[in-house]
T-cell receptor, first 114, second 112 residues
């Protein structure tokens, strides 16, 4: 069964450093999303991305965050200057079309900011 | 009031029992309802989805939506130890709105 692949599985970074989280979507999927889950809390929407632009973002997704598809296959989430409160699991999700009620999630990247 | 509320559990039941998991919500704009299963250190896996009110069955799983009460349920029949996981409800508004709003998840353990 096709999978959404995320790398790295775990990243430790110092506060103030930039991090890039990577996702390889399922090959025929066109809609891409990032969600995060702080330990013990619910999964939260960050951003949706289609046709090389952001289609929707949450209030969490401020100027410190950006997304792009640098090479037409990978989908990345960049955090410019990490804060302690950015520590969380970050999930990439993809879907083939907007009519799809649910998305395929990757296994996540655990980001630890120290 | 939280937009989506879900009892975090933990919930432990013996193998073979019927499991009932529930969520309530406050946003009447929600029209698409999903249940995800999440194993430890894994991403959410879509189990069931329904549109508006009604029931949907898939094998041992049945999803129910009651929009008038703003209440959704997932029933698991003949529960197995492999069903032990965290179950997340998720909801979405109209077709053009792509954001999923999740509940906190219920941790379920099936005791052999």
């Amino acid at each position: 069964e096709p999978e959404v692949t995320q790398t790295p599985s775990h990243q430790v970074t110092q506060m103030g450093q930039e991090v890039i989280l990577r996702c390889v979507p399922i090959s025929n999927h066109l809609y891409f999303y990032w969600y995060r889950q702080i330990l013990g809390q619910k999964v939260e929407f960050l951003v949706s991305f289609y046709n090389n632009e952001i289609s929707e973002k949450s209030e969490i997704f401020d100027d410190q965050f950006s997304v792009e598809r640098p090479d037409g296959s990978n989908f990345t989430l960049k955090i410019r200057s990490t804060k302690l409160e950015d520590s969380a699991m970050y999930f990439c999700a993809t879907s083939r079309d907007r009519a799809n009620y649910g998305y395929t999630f990757g296994s996540g990247t655990r980001l630890t900011v120290v | 009031q939280k937009e989506v509320e879900q009892d975090p559990g933990p919930l432990s039941v013996p193998e073979g029992a019927i499991v009932s998991l529930n969520c309530t919500y406050s946003n009447s704009a929600f029209q698409y309802f999903m249940w995800y299963r999440q194993y430890s250190r894994k991403g959410p896996e879509l189990l069931m989805y329904t549109y508006s009110s009604g029931n949907k069955e898939d094998g041992r799983f049945t999803a129910q939506v009651d929009k008038s009460s703003k209440y959704i349920s997932l029933f698991i029949r003949d529960s197995q130890p492999s069903d032990s996981a965290t179950y997340l409800c998720a909801m979405r508004a109209n077709f053009g709105n792509e954001k999923l709003t999740f509940g906190t998840g219920t941790r379920l353990t099936i005791i052999p």
